[in-house]
C-alpha cells in the first residue's frame, strides 16, 4: 500500500482517503524551556530577576502538576526539567502559563509583545497588535 501510495504521488494523484484521526504530537517540558527562558530574560532585563519571579509565580494557573514545576529553571540556564511527555491538558497549561506571564509583564513592559514575537515566543492573541 505504501509503495502504491508513492507511486500515486509521483504520477499526481492523491488519495481522497485521510485519516479521521490524526496522532497528538508528543512534547516534553524541556520543548517549552526555551520559549520560558526566553520570556525571562526579555523581561529580566527590563524588570530585574526578582520581578520576574514573582511573575511567574503570580501568573502560575492554580494546577497541581504545575507547582511541581520550579520557577528558578525559567531564569536559571543551569536549571533542569523532568524529561517526560506531557500529555494535552499540560501542554495546555503550560502554553495558558506563557500567555498569563506576558500579559502581566506587558504592564509594565509595553515592549514585551514585539520581543517576544522577534524572540520566536508565542505571543497571546491579544496582544499581537500591539506586537506589530
Excluded at 526566553?38 to 501568573?59: E, F, M, P
Excluded at 502538576?65 to 533542569?80: D, K, M, P
Aim: aromatic content about 10%; glycine content about 4%; hydrophobic content about 45%.
Amino acid at each position: 500500500m505504501a509503495l502504491e501510495g508513492e507511486i500515486l504521488n509521483l504520477l499526481g494523484v492523491t488519495s481522497p482517503v485521510r485519516p479521521l484521526l490524526t496522532p497528538p504530537v508528543l512534547q516534553k517540558l524541556q520543548n517549552y524551556l526555551p520559549w520560558f527562558r526566553k520570556a525571562s530574560q526579555i523581561a529580566q532585563n527590563h524588570l530585574g530577576c526578582d520581578l520576574v519571579r514573582n511573575y511567574w509565580l503570580i501568573t502560575r494557573p492554580n494546577n497541581a502538576w504545575l507547582r511541581t514545576i520550579r520557577v528558578e529553571t525559567f531564569y536559571n540556564a543551569q536549571g533542569s526539567a523532568p524529561d517526560r511527555y506531557l500529555n494535552e491538558e499540560q501542554q495546555d497549561l503550560l502554553q495558558v502559563w506563557l500567555e498569563q506571564f506576558i500579559l502581566y509583564c506587558y504592564r509594565l513592559l509595553p515592549t514585551l509583545p514585539a520581543e517576544a514575537m522577534a524572540a520566536g515566543i508565542p505571543v497571546p492573541p491579544q496582544l499581537l497588535q500591539a506586537a506589530a
